[in-house]
């Protein structure tokens, strides 16, 4: 009986107590009349077949009572709204216009003003090298050294020669005072003294020429001592010690790391637009702004073999800058506001540029696939030259999951 009240109780919901107690008064005079025959079973076995019979309608009569009653009184769910589409969460920035720079872009060499080739001015065996590769050398330190024994001899006979001519020009000027005074005296004749002048001229002659053969001896001597004509850095050495060199030899460089310039040949086309005072912006090779200069020279003839004007810019020396180093050389030619948005801002897909725009649709804000025309990049941000307005909202974040028309939820900007 307690089954039969658990099971309408969760039938009906509780929510008819007039129909549980009909079914509990049954359910009590049915049991009753059912437990009766039980005990009188050896007198009354064809009774208790037929209450048997009797119950199982009843009970079933009453169950189906109270769930016709519990399906009648049972309230239909509250129906639930559609939900919506979901937008993706993204940031955004305001298309704003910038100054940007119109320029060019051309290859550029750092070249010192203080750049020297060392080459001999004699041949000879090398017998010294002093120095090294990267060394910083002061004017005048012996760099090489080529053997010099040979002339070293030269100028020894050549002083040798040297002081002979002296002492025949120290005989000759004595010889001479005295036929002067002989002279004078009337001792001697005129022819005697003129003599003695002439050869006194003679001696005093040879011994200059000696004096002067000497020093262009020990010029040439000097030459075999290799040193450095300013203060620098030892370029690269190819020679070794006993190798023969001559005049045409290259046996290092030397050079001040400072009064740099930066060449730059600007195309022919172009060469009209060039000015003194032109704004020049050094870049290495991954596009990082080494130094901001200004044209100082502009070449009145073109390179035949360029077909190009030579244009000079000074700049400062550093770290990053060395002699005969290649850089870029953007030459700006002119400045005029641009649109600008960040460099994630942008998609690329082969050779079209595009970015996201937020707009509205529908009450709601979607991406709007915008294709652009890119200028130079201003520090990370990419100048658009067309396909953007000033004020419009670029998505920055989440490109990669959007397509156009997709439903977007702003978050800055």
């Known amino acids: 009986m307690a089954r039969a009240e658990r099971l309408m109780e969760r039938r009906s919901g509780g929510s008819s107590h007039a129909a549980a107690g009909l079914i509990n008064h049954h359910l009590q005079r049915t049991t009753t009349a059912f437990l009766k025959p039980i005990k009188r079973r050896s007198k009354r076995k064809t ?22 009653t519990t399906g009648c009184e049972k309230k239909p769910p509250a129906a639930t709204a559609p ?47 002093l120095a090294k590769s990267g060394d910083h050398v002061t004017t005048g330190q012996v760099i090489m050294q080529i053997d010099p024994r040979q002339q070293e001899a030269m100028v020894e006979s050549q002083r040798a020669t040297e002081r002979q001519k002296k002492a025949l020009f120290d005989y000759d000027t004595i010889e001479l005072e005295r036929q002067h005074k002989l002279f004078e005296a009337g001792v001697t004749s005129r022819d005697a003294f ?56 290259m046996l290092t460089t030397v050079d001040e790391n400072k009064d740099l310039e930066a060449y730059i040949y600007v195309p022919t086309e172009r060469s009209g637009d060039v000015r003194m005072g032109q704004g020049v912006n050094i870049t290495d090779n991954n596009g990082k702004l080494l130094e901001k200069t200004r044209v100082d020279f502009i070449s009145p003839q073109v390179d035949s073999s360029l077909q190009g004007i030579l244009v000079k810019a000074p700049v400062e020396p550093s770290a990053e800058l060395r002699n005969a180093e290649i850089v870029k050389a953007d030459v700006v030619w002119s400045t005029k506001p641009m649109a600008v948005v960040p460099v994630l801002a942008v998609t690329r897909q082969g050779e079209q ?61």
Do not use: W
């Open 47 to 68: 009774e208790l077949r037929l209450s048997r019979f009797t119950l199982i309608p009843t009970v079933s009569c009453l169950l189906l009572a109270g769930l016709v």
């Open 83 to 129: 939900a919506g589409p979901q937008g993706l969460p993204v940031q955004t920035v305001t298309v704003a216009m910038s100054p940007v720079d119109q320029s060019s872009e051309y290859v550029a060499t750092i070249k010192s003003r203080r750049s020297a080739t060392l080459q001999p001015q004699v041949s000879g065996n090398l017998t010294q090298i």
């Open 194 to 249: 003129d003599q003695a002048q002439q050869a006194h001229d003679n001696a005093k002659a040879d011994y200059e020429s000696a004096q002067e053969s000497r020093k262009t001896q020990e010029q040439l001597l000097a030459y075999y001592t290799i040193r450095a004509p300013f203060d620098g850095i030892v370029g690269d050495i190819p020679v070794h010690v006993g190798d023969y060199v001559t005049t045409s030899t």
């Open 353 to 413: 540029s595009f970015v996201y725009v937020v707009q509205k649709a529908n009450g709601m804000a979607i991406a709007h696939r915008a294709t652009v025309t890119l200028g130079d990049t201003v520090g990370n941000n990419y100048s658009i030259a067309s396909g953007l307005n000033a004020g419009e909202k670029v998505i920055v974040t989440g490109t990669q999951f959007l397509v156009d028309g997709m439903p977007v939820i702003p978050m800055g900007g």
